[in-house]
């Protein structure tokens, strides 16, 4: 039989959990486990990780078909187990979007500004192309893209700085976070539709890209000053 000692604050007794339960037999310690995990995945407020899923199940535990068959029974439910940031976290279906909207004004984020078409359109460009220097970004879509924009997207955690850039000067980069991954319900990265998806879609262009200009007309997105989003 193998313990573990759970994760405790200074001066408290550990907490001792059989993970293997060889004392049950092979049904009921998969449904002990599917228990456990599917209650730690519960409690969170943000994706867990494998590695935290693993000190609550036996060492030959196998976490996917665990999450399989979690899956399998929230089938007929208004909420599933969804892969995203790197962990696993329950989440309402999509189709009661309009439900969970109309109920409290708003499906997730609690009050999270609504990006702008030239918000969105850098996040993307940044989340494509990252690590990535504002001037950089300002190249591809032929116009100075403005702190001020940088500054709405680092406040909602959609992106962060990356390492220099070994150009003159060793400007800031930008990437993408793991909020970002949790907002958009993405895994990781390798999840973004990839280029030829996008063109069959009419949304991105590689010979528009190339030519420094990503996306046509964003120069006449947000160009209200007032807005701050794109500088003169």
Not at 7 to 36: F, S
Not at 150 to 178: E, F, N, W
Not at 185 to 200: H, K, S, V, W
Request: aromatic share 8%.
């Amino acid at each position: 039989m193998s313990e573990v000692s759970a994760r405790r604050k200074p001066n408290e007794q550990p907490v001792l959990l059989d993970t293997e339960l060889d004392h049950l037999p092979p049904e009921l310690r998969w449904r002990e486990w599917m228990g456990r995990v599917e209650a730690v995945i519960f409690s969170a407020s943000e994706p867990v990780t494998r590695s935290v899923l693993a000190r609550v199940v036996g060492k030959n535990c196998n976490l996917e078909l665990i999450i399989d068959d979690i899956r399998a029974e929230l089938a007929g439910r208004p909420y599933e187990l969804v892969a995203v940031a790197g962990g696993w976290q329950h989440r309402t279906k999509r189709i009661f979007g309009d439900v969970i909207r109309a109920a409290f004004g708003t499906v997730t984020g609690e009050g999270a500004k609504e990006l702008s078409q030239a918000e969105a359109l850098v996040l993307m460009c940044i989340a494509y192309f990252q690590p990535i220097t504002r001037a950089e970004l300002s190249t591809f879509f032929g116009k100075e893209v403005s702190r001020d924009l940088i500054g709405v997207l680092r406040a909602q955690d959609l992106i962060a700085s990356g390492p220099r850039s070994p150009q003159p000067g060793a400007p800031y980069t930008y990437v993408t976070t793991k909020d970002f991954l949790s907002q958009f319900g993405l895994d990781t990265l390798r999840q973004l539709p990839d280029f030829e998806a996008l063109e069959d879609a009419g949304l991105l262009s590689k010979e528009k890209l190339l030519a420094g200009n990503i996306i046509p007309g964003f120069a006449d997105i947000e160009e209200d000053g007032a807005n701050g989003f794109l500088d003169e």
